[in-house]
């Protein structure tokens, strides 16, 4: 599957920082992970600190798949909102989810912080925002269910909004928000792995995955093997591919990013942005002095296709920026579309799709994706070692 467009922002900017050699003879080690992207590289980090030996491969050059396309925002807000999750999947399991993201958000920093790299990471507040009048009544019942269950949230009027800038009718401010470059810190976390052990063999795609004497064997297109106790999927929206049951809807995305502002323009200095709209808005400020926005999200078809919308999307966006923003000059620069997923209760999937099977899975969809990776490092440890965890039960298979 192709997950996105060519040319993402941060690609342009960071260009490719390191390549690594295709798989040219069968070998073996404890676990293989498929996907160098930043699920991977997560989960990499974690398996390499605990002491394992670990294999990963990707069928195209490291970081280059949705990883490259991600706007890079950090939110413990889920797609679905608080007091609709409660309806969903009941108290514990919508309360401890949106509690888990914002801690995920710290433990990042604390795996930033750990490997000394400068990927731009920023806390910010997340302004949740109502763009029509009718949105009011959900917002408040959203505000007080945070506010209800510990959350540090403050309401924002009208007019309070519009000091900022943003033209809204009210909004939930939230302490808990972030900003980073994810292509960068993916591409750091995989040095720093390498230098600890990781072996890494990218342009090497996975044909089959095979059963002999509990071991697993995954046979790639060239020919070679690797055998493993255990495989870890962290390919994302391309696991549609391998999974049997049915649990993402695919959609098509798309991100603008604007020339450099000389000086950000105030709203965006300590705040990122998303809308109560269907599908939403988002957007953040770099530290290269743009903004970055995305949304217009349709029914994914085909690669050919979304792509194709990309100059329908880039004017409707900019469009909405300025119906958001009217006194901020949003003048586009970079512009791609990428390919992403939901389910049914915004939730991420973590574990074995087949308990007999040693083949695990950390799938974050939605607009949660680097959060939930951070949260499914521990849930694929316990997995792996056959022990129970909260998460594993909360984001099972077959749920």
């Not at 706007?71 to 608080?82: A, G, N």
Request: proline share 4%; hydrophobic share 35%; aromatic share 12%.
């Amino acid at each position: 599957m192709d997950v996105r467009s060519n040319e993402p922002f941060w690609l342009i900017r960071n260009a490719l920082p390191q390549s690594y050699p295709s798989l040219k003879q069968s070998i073996s080690s404890e676990i293989l992970i498929i996907g160098a992207g930043i699920t991977g590289a997560l989960m990499a980090y974690k398996l390499i600190e605990e002491g394992k030996k670990v294999i990963m491969v990707d069928r195209r050059d490291v970081c280059n798949g949705s990883t490259a396309a991600s706007t890079s925002m950090l939110q413990y807000e889920i797609d679905v909102p608080l007091h609709k999750l409660i309806e969903q999947v009941g108290l514990t399991c919508a309360v401890s989810s949106y509690q888990n993201c914002e801690k995920a958000i710290t433990d990042l920093k604390k795996i930033i912080s750990a490997i000394k790299v400068d990927c731009g990471f920023e806390e910010r507040y997340s302004v949740y925002f109502a763009s029509s009048k009718k949105d009011i009544p959900f917002l408040k019942d959203e505000f007080e269910a945070r506010k209800n269950h510990g959350f540090k949230v403050k309401w924002l009027t009208k007019d309070e909004l519009e000091k900022l800038g943003l033209k809204a009718y009210a909004a939930i401010e939230s302490k808990s928000g972030a900003v980073m470059d994810v292509y960068k810190l993916a591409n750091a976390l995989l040095e720093y792995c390498t230098d600890k052990g990781l072996k890494i063999y990218d342009r090497t795609e996975i044909e089959e995955i095979k059963f002999k004497d509990d071991k697993l064997i995954a046979k790639t297109k060239t020919g070679f093997s690797i055998e493993v106790a255990d495989v870890v999927h962290c390919t994302g929206y391309e696991s549609t591919e391998t999974l049997k049951e049915d649990i993402v809807d695919l959609k098509s995305t798309f991100a603008l990013a604007s020339e450099a502002f000389e000086k950000i323009p105030k709203a965006f200095e300590k705040r990122i942005y998303w809308n109560t709209d269907s599908p939403y808005l988002y957007f953040r400020s770099t530290d290269d002095g743009r903004i970055v926005m995305g949304g217009g999200d349709r029914e994914f078809k085909n690669a050919a296709r979304r792509d194709a919308l990309l100059p329908k999307k880039e004017k409707e966006l900019v469009k909405s920026f300025n119906k958001c923003f009217p006194d901020i000059p949003f003048v586009m620069d970079y512009s791609w579309a990428g390919t992403f997923g939901e389910t049914k209760d915004g939730l991420p999937y973590f574990g074995k799709p087949e308990p007999k099977k040693n083949e695990h899975y950390i799938l974050g969809f939605g607009g949660n994706g680097i959060t939930f990776s951070v949260m499914g490092m521990d849930a694929i440890v316990h997995s792996i070692n056959k022990t129970p965890h909260p998460y594993l039960e909360y984001y099972k298979f077959n749920r």
